[in-house]
T-cell receptor, first 116, second 111 residues
Framework: GAVVSQHPSWVICKSGTSVKIECRSL??????MFWYRQFPKQSLMLMATSNEGSKATYEQGVEKDKFLINHASLTLSTLTVTSAHPEDSSFYICSALGQYGNEKLFFGSGTQLSVL | GENVEQHPSTLSVQEGDSAVIKCTYSDSASNYFPWYKQELGKRPQLIIDIRSNVGEKKDQRIAVTLNKTAKHFSLHITETQPEDSAVYFC??????????FGQGTRLTINP
């Protein structure tokens, strides 16, 4: 199956700093990637849809200036949490959609962000 | 937009018994319904999926049924084992578009 790599797997940062999370599709080209956030014991909530070469589409209530998404190539999307605050602490997971519109989603391993 | 409701939120069954998790969706245009299993701190793993042109799909101990008219689909796990304990999520989408997830079901298999 397709492999999606996500780094880092966990990160601890001070309040006010920025954190970048990378999501790579290793053996396929992903035209579309999705970024989810998951709070403890809750479901996955879609934050934004990232399309290669264009601006990301954010879900309602998600601040685009706080969660910067870049999808510069067919194998890499990045999420930068800017000026992180403790309430941003969460499990962030990326997922990738195959190049030919295959609706199967392949998830990264997730990033546990803790903001002190 | 699409809304997916999942029940129950928690489910506890004896090892060897069957477990059933149900989901309903709101958008009749949705045509892809995957189920994911997520263990604590891990990524969701796709365990089975079904498309709207199929009413039932089975893979060993796991089966999914879909009722398009009623807009609901269910996950069935037979002969449950301790390693089936996890959180299960249903989801729905229109082709190649974003998935909307249900709230999740925490399944516990009691030995």
């Amino acid at each position: 199956g397709a492999v999606v790599s996500q780094h880092p797997s966990w990160v601890i940062c001070k309040s006010g700093t920025s954190v970048k999370i990378e999501c790579r599709s290793l053996d396929f080209q992903a035209t579309t990637m999705f970024w989810y956030r998951q709070f403890p014991k809750q479901s996955l909530m879609l934050m934004a849809t990232s399309n290669e070469g264009s601006k990301a589409t954010y879900e309602q209530g998600v601040e685009k200036d706080k969660f910067l998404i870049n999808h510069a190539s067919l194998t890499l999307s990045t999420l930068t949490v800017t000026s992180a605050h403790p309430e941003d602490s969460s499990f962030y997971i990326c997922s990738a959609l195959g190049q030919y519109g295959n609706e199967k989603l392949f998830f990264g391993s997730g990033t546990q962000l803790s903001v002190l | 937009g699409e809304n997916v409701e999942q029940h129950p939120s928690t489910l506890s069954v004896q090892e060897g018994d069957s477990a059933v998790i149900k989901c309903t969706y709101s958008d009749s245009a949705s045509n892809y319904f995957p189920w994911y299993k997520q263990e604590l701190g891990k990524r969701p793993q796709l365990i089975i999926d079904i498309r709207s042109n199929v009413g039932e799909k089975k893979d060993q101990r796991i089966a999914v049924t879909l009722n398009k008219t009623a807009k609901h689909f269910s996950l069935h796990i037979t002969e449950t084992q301790p390693e089936d304990s996890a959180v299960y999520f249903c989801a729905a989408s229109k082709r190649a578009q974003k998935l909307v997830f249900g709230q999740g079901t925490r399944l516990t298999i009691n030995p």
